[in-house]
């Protein structure tokens, strides 16, 4: 890349990968740029890894800026961090200033070819750095430290690797944080045809256990966002209903499921209102809810009943249908049971004195019979009618 006059300026340790061989590949060159024609000045790259030349404002630099990242990796390498990034500090100012100022001392357990390579590529005057005199890389190659590597060797990938990563496996850890990006070197930029024809030889291998790992991720992600949307819904549609009931003798709301579809197989959730007198179950977007009137019901069940795996409120009817409902949450499906059955209790005794009250007047048998078939009540005979002034 320096041959070509490509300034790398965002080396650190998260953007060398592995291959499936174990050969080291350089990923992430979106803060690559050229300097052939002109050299950059934006302070870019991760911090930590800059150099003091481009952390200063309006300074050019060069290549000599991915020497001095290289020598920020290789600690970060030894020591699990930046050598301008002590105690784990997180404050990027403070990082910065440190890499300005700061002269780094390198641990006693450093050996001394290795201490010397250090000193060499963190050196903050580049005229001194390794690296920049002149030679490139090959002053790096040269170094004591390498002293028996044989890079030809190295360049053919003729090393056994120390490590293989086991075959398909993804193991890319998320950077500590992204890399600074100079938004003067992309803005305005698109990829035309001729860009994308760069790539159309390239082979594209994708693993399936990489597809599964990224499928759930963006899965996740999805359900996430509509988990919050229907939370953030069912919240308004909840605050109209207690804006509703405010003034109403609504004794409970809230959300419910109730056992539907075809054959009774299948859960369907409803925004419920129990009154003295009924049980309204709305539906999304309908306007008419379902009724369920407290006089047809002839029995709530007194203990929670088992059914799909779930613990039910089952309603029998006088027609002997069966209404199942239930609640995910146990709180609150002790406390709709409790509800369901002290409303209808009280519907009952209401009808058991419409019907002693109606039996007065009536006859007692056929004023049980029309309020227990539902029909209205006959007429009161003139002959029974007594006069507002008390005459027949």
Known sequence: MHKRHIVYRDLKPANILLD??????ISDLGLACDFSKKKPHASVGTHGYMAPEVLSKGTGYDSSADWFSFGCMLYKLLKGHSPFRQHKTKDKHEIDR?????NVELPESFSPSLKSLLEGLLQRDINKRLGCKGRGADEVKEHVFFAGIDWQQVYHQKYTPPLIPPRGEVNAADAFDIGSFDEEDTKGIKLTEADQAQYKDFPLVISERWQSEVAE?????INQEADKMEMKKKSKQKQKFDADEKESDCILHGYIKKLGGPFASAWQTRYAKLYPNRLELHLENSAKPEMILLDTVEEVSSDFVSIKS??????????DTKIVLTNTDEIGLKEWALSLRSAHKCSQELLASMAKKAGKIYGT???????ALGRPLPAASPALTRAPNGSN
């Open 20 to 25: 499936e061989h174990g050969h080291v590949r």
């Open 98 to 102: 440190m890499t300005l100022t700061m």
């Open 217 to 221: 991720t963006v899965f996740e992600t």
């Open 310 to 319: 779930e613990q039910c409120i089952v309603l029998r009817t006088r027609n």
């Open 365 to 371: 048998d056929g004023a049980k019979e029309s309020i």
